[in-house]
């Protein structure tokens, strides 16, 4: 603490530091705090650009130009705007711990939302430290910068920078019109704010004591799904260098088609879907306009939206300005020599979905799905499975992340770029652990990512040693690019011959990928499209 308060009596004499850490950056001091007794100073709710209100609804976002000369950064902004679900599987998930439902707290939300949050050891502006970036999950239409697990203080204490930030969501992110200018944008507004938040951190970053040229993006489901996106994107280029993937949730884009069968564009979805909510808001039956949507009060926005859209998965479109082509078209078209990548899945990314009632015929329904003439392959993979249920995640967690993700690691390998492959199967002990819901779940590698354990789960020695590794690789590769180091397993390169990923279960250790006939089925099906 001695060495950011001295910095900060060096640069703020003019308003005195007292126990405050302070730091001038975008043109006003923002005067942040410390994390409870320790020596990370915290600077929360730091806007990184113009709120997206008004004329700016649905507009790329815009620098943030400051009014006043001090702000105090000493609390997370509101949220973006969002429906309440994940607030609601979090109170689930502390019911099942046996807690009280109040023992996670209200969300306030608002269109004012595009803020950061920066965790640091120092504010030496020399000491260079690596920078790593959170983009959080949630489908791009939930979830928030600040959630309870994503506090970067626990990472920051291991001599990194970490910082979250958010973005629009849902109907103000991933909507487009055709009254639309392509000056200020037609799609992928939530994209444009992770943009803008990763170019904010680049340019003031060192302030925190962060190195601008060695930042790590990472993030989980829809965020990783995002970040890999904007890998491949020309405004994202140079603003960060690495990046770890946590259950990537999309490798590409939906096709939809029109009334005769073609395969429509995902920016002509974004429009339909924009239309379709300027006719529903009208009182006439004729669609409003762009001006008078962007006059709409944001929760009748976020209402009716949900209300026509209720299960849309909002992914990035291909707008020819921010996303030229598809991400999966672009892993296999391009060169992914520069890449240096984590990536991985968790055993049971989507066994808390599955039909409580499910049977083996739904299992051999589903392998027909998924994989086509070849079904009656994967449903003998699944031979020896007792479970329906547990099939059934087999089945989507494979064709859906796991599979992906480890064609996506073959890839950058060949192409003589660096990749590891994970393999998260921890659960935790205890009886709240015979709950369907607590397995290794989508998301439940997070806490252990942070080492944020909340006080209401049941975390043992095994999950804090656990907690330790897994932050001392992540801590590695941000450092260096590669997740190894003195004190932590030997985690192999992935490789399309050996097929080697470290798993994350009760011990840290290397094995082969846990879905050989799978994923094999599953590339196979990717040479021939």
Excluded at 70 to 98: H, N, P, V
Excluded at 271 to 299: M, V, W, Y
Excluded at 332 to 339: A, E, F, G, I, V
Aim: hydrophobic share 35%.
């Amino acid at each position: 603490m001695k060495k950011i308060l001295v910095m900060c009596l060096l640069t703020l004499s003019i308003i005195g530091c007292q126990q405050d850490p302070s730091v001038f950056a975008n043109n006003q001091t923002l005067v942040g705090k410390f994390h409870e007794d320790t020596d990370i100073a915290v600077f929360l709710g730091v806007p990184f650009a113009e709120p997206p209100l008004k004329d700016l609804r649905w507009h790329k976002p815009l620098p943030f130009k400051p009014k006043n000369s001090i702000r105090k950064t000493q609390q997370f902004a509101s949220a973006c705007m969002q429906k309440m679900g994940i607030l609601e599987w979090y109170r689930d998930l502390a019911e099942i711990f046996e807690n009280e439902r109040s023992v996670v707290s209200d969300l306030a939300i608002d269109e004012d939302c595009l803020y950061l949050n920066i965790w640091t050891p120092t504010l030496d502006t020399s000491a260079n430290l690596p920078v790593m970036v959170y983009i959080h999950g949630g489908s791009n239409d939930s979830g928030w910068s600040f959630e309870p697990n994503y506090h970067g203080y626990g990472l920051a204490e291991k001599n990194v920078v970490v910082v979250s930030i958010a973005y629009r969501l849902g109907g103000f992110g991933f909507l487009s019109h055709p009254d639309l200018e392509d000056s200020n944008g037609i799609a992928n507004f939530g994209l444009w704010d992770q943009v803008a938040g990763l170019r904010w951190i680049k340019e003031h970053i060192a302030q925190f004591g962060g190195n601008p040229n060695l930042i790590t993006a990472f993030g989980e489901s829809a965020g990783a799904q995002d970040i890999l996106a904007l890998m491949f994107s020309t405004p994202a280029k140079n603003l960060f260098q690495q990046a770890i993937l946590q259950s990537n949730a999309g490798f590409g884009l939906p096709e939809e088609t029109d009334g005769n069968g073609h395969v429509k564009s995902s920016i002509l979805n974004e429009q339909d879907r924009g239309l379709a909510l300027a006719k529903s808001l009208s009182k006439n039956n004729i669609p409003l306009t762009l001006k008078e949507l962007r006059q709409i009060p944001a929760f009748d926005i976020l209402t009716e939206y949900h209300e026509i859209f209720p299960n849309h998965y909002h992914s990035p479109a291909v707008d020819d300005q921010l996303i030229k082509t598809a991400t999966w078209n672009d892993i296999h078209q391009t060169d992914l020599s520069h890449m240096k990548v984590i990536i991985g899945t968790n055993a049971d990314e989507y066994y808390a979905n599955t039909p409580e009632e499910s049977d083996r015929e739904m299992v051999k329904n589903i392998t027909s799905m998924l994989f086509k003439e070849e079904g009656e392959i994967a449903f003998n993979a699944l031979k020896n499975e007792s479970d329906p249920r547990n099939s059934i995640d087999r089945l989507y967690t494979a064709d859906g992340m796991l599979c992906p993700s480890q064609v996506l690691a073959g890839r950058i390998t060949s192409d003589h770029g660096n990749s590891w492959v994970y393999y998260f199967n921890r659960i935790r002990e205890g009886e709240a652990a015979k709950h369907p819901m607590i397995r290794a779940y989508h998301g439940a590698e997070l806490p252990y990512v942070f080492n944020t354990h909340d006080n209401w789960m049941t975390t043992n020695d095994v999950d804090l040693k656990i907690t330790d590794i897994i932050t001392d690789y992540w801590i590695n590769f941000a450092k260096t690019g590669n997740p190894n180091g003195e004190n932590t397993p030997t985690w192999p390169m992935f490789n399309n011959d050996s097929n080697l990923v470290q798993s994350f279960g009760n011990t840290v250790q290397t094995i082969p990928s846990t879905e050989p006939i799978l994923c094999k089925l599953y590339a196979n099906r990717d040479n021939k499209s």
